[in-house]
C-alpha cells in the first residue's frame, strides 16, 4: 500500500503536470470504484482543476467550482498520467516513456500496450483552457488522461464538497506532514492508549500517513520493541520516535518513496523509488542489525507483518 511518502509524491508531480487543466470527460468504468451517484460524476466535466492536495494516504483534486475527487489507492490502486498531444499538435508517438504511473500498478511491461486497461476502473480526460475538447478524438487537441487503476477494487473515487470532505476526513489523525503535528500531539496520542506502540502508529484516527514501512523502522530507530504498551512510552522515547518518523519519511519523498519487493510502487517517470535501499529493518528479516549485527526478527503485531532487532529494541 503506497503510504504518505508516495502519496506525497503523486501530490507533487501532479501538482506540476495537470493544475490548470480541465477536466473535459469523466468515465466510470467499474461503478464500485466511485462512492457516490455516478451520474454526480458529470458536475466535474467543463472544470479547472485548481490545486492538489494530500492528507496522510488520500489525494484531493480540488475543482474550481469548489467541488473535489477524492482518491484513496488502498492496496494495489494506481494512477496513470498519459500526455498525449500538445497544443498546438505535433508529431509525437505515444509509448511507455509518455505515461507517468504511480502506485501498485498492473505489470510494468502493459505501458507500451496503452490504456485503459482490464485494472482501469475511472478515466479523467484533461484539456488545456486554450484546447477545447475534441469530441472524442483522443489525437491532435492537447489533451492528457488521467487513469485510475486498482487490480483488486479496494480503492475509490468520491466527488465531495468542501462541508462533505471535512466529514469524510474528521476520524483522521494529524497528518505527520503538517505544522501541526508537534511533540506534544505526538506524545498525548501515544498515552490514549495501552495498545502496542505499533498497532497505534498505524491508526490512521491518531497519525494520518503512517505506515507499515515507517513504523517498522522509526521504531528501530527509536530502540523501542514494537509491542510495548503506548503510554508506558516516556516523554523521551517519544520525542526520538516523533523525530524519527518525520525524518525517514521525509528522506523518502526525496528518494522517490519506496519500491517494495512486489515492485508495486513505482515513480512518475515509470523508475523505481529508492528508499527501499534505505530500509533499517523492514523486510530484513535474518539479516543483520545495522547497528550491532544482530539477525532481524520478523513477528507479527496487530496483524500487520514487524520488524525488529531483538537486541536493539528490547521489550
Not at 54 to 60: A, D, E, M, T, V
Not at 202 to 231: E, M, V, W
Request: aromatic content about 10%; glycine content about 8%; charged content about 20%.
Amino acid at each position: 500500500m503506497p503510504e504518505l511518502p508516495e502519496v506525497e509524491v503523486i501530490r507533487q508531480f501532479l501538482d506540476q503536470k495537470i493544475k490548470g487543466l480541465i477536466v473535459a470527460k469523466i468515465d466510470i468504468l467499474t461503478p464500485k470504484s466511485f462512492i457516490g451517484n455516478p451520474e454526480q460524476a458529470k458536475r466535474v466535466e467543463g472544470q479547472k482543476i485548481i490545486s492538489i492536495s494530500r492528507i496522510g494516504k488520500q489525494l484531493s483534486l480540488i475543482l474550481d467550482n469548489n467541488l473535489i475527487l477524492l482518491f484513496h489507492l488502498k492496496m494495489t490502486g494506481q494512477i496513470i498520467f498519459s500526455p498525449l498531444s500538445p497544443c498546438p499538435p505535433v508529431a509525437e508517438k505515444r509509448g511507455s516513456r509518455g505515461d507517468f504511473v504511480f502506485g501498485h500498478p498492473t505489470p510494468f511491461r502493459s505501458l507500451g500496450e496503452g490504456w485503459p486497461n482490464k485494472s482501469t476502473r475511472l478515466v479523467l480526460k484533461l484539456s488545456p483552457p486554450a484546447c477545447p475538447p475534441s469530441g472524442g478524438s483522443r489525437e491532435g487537441r492537447g489533451e492528457s488522461f488521467l487513469f485510475f487503476n486498482d487490480q483488486r477494487k479496494f480503492g475509490w473515487v468520491k466527488l465531495l464538497s468542501p462541508d462533505e470532505l471535512a466529514k469524510s476526513q474528521s476520524n483522521l489523525g494529524l497528518d505527520i506532514f503538517s505544522p501541526k503535528f508537534s511533540p506534544k500531539y505526538f506524545f498525548a496520542q501515544l498515552q490514549r492508549s495501552s495498545a502496542p506502540v505499533k498497532t497505534v502508529l498505524l491508526d490512521q484516527s491518531k497519525f494520518a500517513g503512517i505506515g507499515n514501512i515507517y513504523a517498522n523502522d522509526a521504531l528501530f530507530l527509536s530502540g523501542i520493541h514494537p509491542s510495548t504498551p503506548s503510554r508506558q512510552i516516556s516523554r523521551s522515547k517519544a520525542l526520538s520516535l516523533f523525530r524519527s518518523l518525520l525524518s525517514i519519511m521525509h528522506q523518502s519523498v526525496l528518494a522517490g518513496g519506496s519500491t517494495a519487493k512486489d515492485n508495486g510502487y513505482i515513480k512518475p517517470d515509470g523508475s523505481k523509488g529508492s528508499n527501499q535501499f534505505h530500509f533499517r529493518v523492514y523486510q530484513r528479516a535474518g539479516q543483520p542489525c545495522p547497528k550491532c549485527k544482530t539477525p532481524i526478527v520478523y513477528t507479527k503485531v496487530g496483524g500487520r507483518g514487524t520488524f525488529f532487532c531483538p537486541k536493539c529494541q528490547k521489550e
